[in-house]
């Protein structure tokens, strides 16, 4: 038996232990690296470096794959890397890797994956020798590093069989080659975008008959879109937004990407119609046409595109009624944003038989008439914004509204010209809301009561309209209101001592607190930022431009959360509290336009995030704070 044993494990370890020069490879690795992630641990001199972490082998003890993404490694990717001749797969991704990549870890004849992404690799891809023999690569993965330079034309000839290239998040710049295709037939997915590429889209990618995936934006690149891109048939994912493009969508061409399930040409600057032939991409799923100088009326056959879910027009010249479109055919649609175009018409009934929307953003257009009972069959509608339109009822439009137990974002603001904040006590509703916008209308009456059962509120803009009356003081029940924007109106009395007590101005958003998610669409504000999360928004008090009288409170120091703080244009009088110094997170500062008296305190100079402070236009004395 222990001789039996003894051979079996002389066998055994013949068949797989490492080579001497695969370990002196590796260690020659370890030695680059300046934090290892503990692989030392296992890495010993002496113990069969097939048994290694990370290391594995074949039956001929080669190395063939060296796994060690996420490890924490630190240094450089040494050069001995290359000389491992079994290597098939190479996975360094998400460490911190810096330096080059070693020509002779790209060269190498046997790799077929190379995955160093999520590192801090950089210099240019140096250009293969000639004289080196094709390759075997499919995989490589080298986005989010700090590449530089133009692409290295020779190695991708070498690189007959890739099949996947993810380039992405570099600094590249030069042309976009246009050899891919021409040397490797099976490319299937190209990332390339938010590189610094420039020049044209080489028309040769319409040879890449395998491309599903082509990721090109966020680059410099001009030109038209050439028409033999269209014949790369395959695509499903398709996008090239952010670039400086010109030109149309060609009618005849588009229709071609029958298989495209994703196309995303925003930011482009293309002109012209959506062509008719949309409407036989009867697969596409996401439709990002956003900010361009898209004009004309939407065409009929968008309707026939049934596996639509996102339709973005953001931001173009778009016109006419929407009434051409038949949106029953179009079930599966859950964002339509035409936000920013010159839409007319009311908004037609069919859209609410797409009972799976959520966001709905039909502001800054011409959209008339009053909103329809039919929004109630929209049981997900989370954000809907029909701000700056010609909208009207408004006592109409909330009752409706109110039983949307989804809806998180409520922005209305420009319509309902000249209208009456309803009062109505027994409006009930809008568990749900976070964010409710009802600015620029002139709306006149009270703050209502009902406002006070928006228990999850969390952003208020009842800016630019003319409400009277005081501010209530069932303010403090808000508990999680963190950014309140009443000004320019006509606010009346003093500022009430509950204000003082808004536990979301209190304190900082807290961990609890960020329960919710991203928008599928940003929130523009009158600030003219936009955000992608409510989370995300500054924590705001508001009063300016109102009428409030009376003195600032003592303890407005309590409210130590505070981004902004805007008290001007009103009637205040009485000294600045010595507490503001309290409000250490503060930005912004404005008490102008008071009847303020007596010193401006020293220890404001606490306030170290200041950016903006005015308070001219008061009665105030003494010396400035240094
Ligand atoms: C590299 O490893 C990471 C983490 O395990 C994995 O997500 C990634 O897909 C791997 N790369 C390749 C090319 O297989
Ligand atoms: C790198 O890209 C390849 C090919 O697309 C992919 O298989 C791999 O998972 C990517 N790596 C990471 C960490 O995502
Ligand atoms: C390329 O890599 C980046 C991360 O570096 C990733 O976000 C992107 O999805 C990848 N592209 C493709 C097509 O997989
Ligand atoms: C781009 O690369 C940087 C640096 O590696 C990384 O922090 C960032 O997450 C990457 N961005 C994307 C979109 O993958
Ligand atoms: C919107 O349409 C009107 C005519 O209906 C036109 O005068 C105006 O210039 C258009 N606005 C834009 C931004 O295209
Ligand atoms: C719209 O589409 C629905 C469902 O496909 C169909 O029943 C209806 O007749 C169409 N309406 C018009 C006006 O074409
Ligand atoms: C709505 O979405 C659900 C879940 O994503 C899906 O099962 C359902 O088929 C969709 N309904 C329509 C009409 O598309
Ligand atoms: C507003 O809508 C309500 C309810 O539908 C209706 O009773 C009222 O007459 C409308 N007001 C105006 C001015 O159209
Ligand atoms: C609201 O009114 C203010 C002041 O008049 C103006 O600056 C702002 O552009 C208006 N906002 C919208 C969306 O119309
Ligand atoms: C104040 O609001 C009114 C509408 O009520 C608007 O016309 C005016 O431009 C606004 N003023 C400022 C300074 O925003
Ligand atoms: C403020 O109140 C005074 C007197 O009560 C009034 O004359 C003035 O018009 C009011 N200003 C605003 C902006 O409402
Ligand atoms: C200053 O702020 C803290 C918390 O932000 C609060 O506990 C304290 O009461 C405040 N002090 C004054 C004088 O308002």
Redesign the pocket.
């Known amino acids: 038996m222990p001789l039996f044993g003894l051979a079996l494990m002389l066998l055994l370890s013949l068949s797989s232990s490492c080579t001497e020069l695969a370990e002196s490879s590796l260690l020659q690795f370890l030695a680059g690296l300046s934090r290892d992630g503990g692989i030392t641990m296992s890495w010993r001199n002496g113990r069969d470096c097939c048994t290694w972490e990370g290391i594995t082998c074949n039956a001929d003890g080669e190395v063939t794959e060296v796994a060690l993404?996420s490890r924490g490694l630190e240094g450089h990717v040494s050069p001995s890397l290359g000389s491992l001749k079994g290597m098939l797969r190479l996975n360094l991704?998400?460490n911190s890797l810096s330096g080059s990549l070693p020509l002779e870890v790209i060269s190498s004849s046997s790799m077929v994956s190379l995955?160093v992404?999520?590192n801090r690799l950089g210099g240019s891809l140096l250009e293969l020798p000639s004289s080196t023999p094709g390759q075997h690569l499919q995989?490589l993965?080298i986005?989010s590093n700090f590449f530089t330079g133009s692409f290295a034309l020779t190695t991708w000839e070498k690189a007959k069989n890739l099949v996947?290239l993810?380039a992405s998040n570099n600094s590249f710049s030069g042309p976009v080659p246009s050899s891919f295709c021409t040397s490797s037939a099976s490319l299937a997915?190209l990332?390339l975008s938010h590189n610094q590429f420039s020049g044209h889209i080489p028309p040769e990618l319409g040879n890449c008959f395998a491309l599903t995936v082509l990721k090109a934006g966020y680059n410099k690149i001009t030109g038209t879109i050439p028409d033999e891109l269209f014949d790369a048939t395959s695509l499903r994912y398709l996008s090239v937004s952010n670039n400086g493009l010109e030109g149309t969508l060609d009618d005849a061409q588009i229709h071609k990407l029958s298989n495209l399930i994703f196309l995303d040409l925003a930011m482009t600057g293309l002109s012209g119609k959506i062509p008719d032939s949309i409407g036989q991409l009867k697969r596409l799923e996401e439709l990002h046409l956003e900010h361009n100088s898209m004009s004309g009326e939407l065409p009929t056959s968008l309707s026939k595109c049934a596996s639509l879910t996102t339709i973005s027009l953001r931001g173009n010249k778009f016109r006419g009624e929407l009434t051409n479109i038949n949106f029953s055919t179009l079930s599966n649609l859950k964002t339509l944003d035409l936000c920013s175009n010159n839409f007319t018409g009311t908004i037609p009934e069919s859209i609410y038989s797409c009972r799976n929307l959520t966001v709905l953003r039909l502001s800054v257009n011409k959209f008339h008439g009053q909103l329809s009972k039919g929004i109630e069959n929209l049981k997900f509608l989370t954000f809907l914004s029909l701000t700056h339109n010609n909208f009207r009822n408004i006592t109409n439009t909330l009752h409706i509204l109110k039983g949307s137990r989804n809806l998180k974002a409520l922005l209305i603001g420009v319509n309902f010209r000249h209208e009456v904040m309803p009062q109505d006590e027994t409006m009930d509703g809008f568990e749900n809301l976070q964010v409710l916008g009802i600015h620029n209308f002139s709306l006149t009456g009270n703050l209502p009561i009902w406002l006070s059962k928006l228990t999850n509120l969390k952003v208020l803009l009842l800016s630019n309209n003319r409400l009277t009356g005081p501010i209530p003081p069932w303010i403090n029940t808000l508990h999680t209101l963190f950014y309140i924007d009443i000004s320019n109106n006509s606010l009346t009395g003093e500022i009430p001592g509950a204000l003082m007590e808004m536990p979301m101005m209190q304190q900082e958003k807290t961990m609890a607190y960020l329960d919710i998610k991203y928008f599928e669409v940003p929130i523009y504000l009158p600030s003219a930022y936009q955000y992608r999360s409510i989370n995300a928004l500054p924590q705001v008090l508001n009063l300016s431009s109102n009428n409030l009288t009376g003195i600032i409170p003592l303890n407005i120091g309590q409210l130590g959360a505070l981004d902004s703080l805007d008290l001007s244009l009103n009637n205040l009088s009485g000294e600045i509290p010595q507490s503001i110094s309290n409000l250490t997170d503060l930005m912004v500062l404005d008490l102008s336009n008071n009847h303020l008296t007596g010193p401006i305190p020293t220890a404001l100079g606490r306030l170290n995030f200041l950016s903006k402070f005015n308070v001219s236009n008061n009665d105030l004395e003494g010396p400035i704070p240094v």
Do not use: G, L, M, Y
């Open positions: 993404a991704s998400d995955d992404s999520f995989v993965n986005s996947a993810n997915v990332d």
